[in-house]
């Protein structure tokens, strides 16, 4: 049994900034891709992030230069830092990532509300 706990969700008031974290646990054997999805009511879900177990990462335009994905793989755990916050990131965060236990599943996280607001 393997499962993602996000953390760091919150209000925060534009401009400003959080930082996301997601910790995995039970029978891992190895953890590949990890990433940071988001979605606003009324939306589909959305990719905002995602890094390599070697450390390479992709972001979605609307997030370049604010965002910053990385991982600790020590701890099992994969971060979002997010900076100059706007209303627009409002939404719910998901973790996500490819887990070999040893058979290789996606997993997803429950999920962390992000409200950007003055």
């Known amino acids: 049994q393997v499962q993602l706990v996000e953390s760091g969700g919150g209000l925060v008031q534009p401009g400003g900034s959080l930082r996301l974290s997601c910790a995995a646990s039970?029978?891992?054997?190895?953890?590949?891709?990890m990433g940071w999805y988001r979605q606003a009511p009324g939306k589909q879900r959305e990719v905002v992030a995602t890094i390599t177990r070697r450390g390479t990462t992709n972001y979605a335009d609307s997030v370049k230069g604010r965002f910053t994905i990385s991982r600790d793989n020590a701890k099992n755990t994969v971060y979002l830092r997010m900076n100059s916050l706007n209303p627009e990131d409002t939404a719910a965060y998901y973790c996500?990532?490819?887990?070999?236990?040893?058979?290789?599943?996606?997993?997803w996280g429950q999920g962390t509300q992000v409200t950007v607001s003055s």
């Open positions: 039970g029978s891992i054997f190895t953890i590949y891709n």
């Open positions: 996500n990532a490819d887990i070999t236990t040893p058979t290789l599943i996606n997993y």
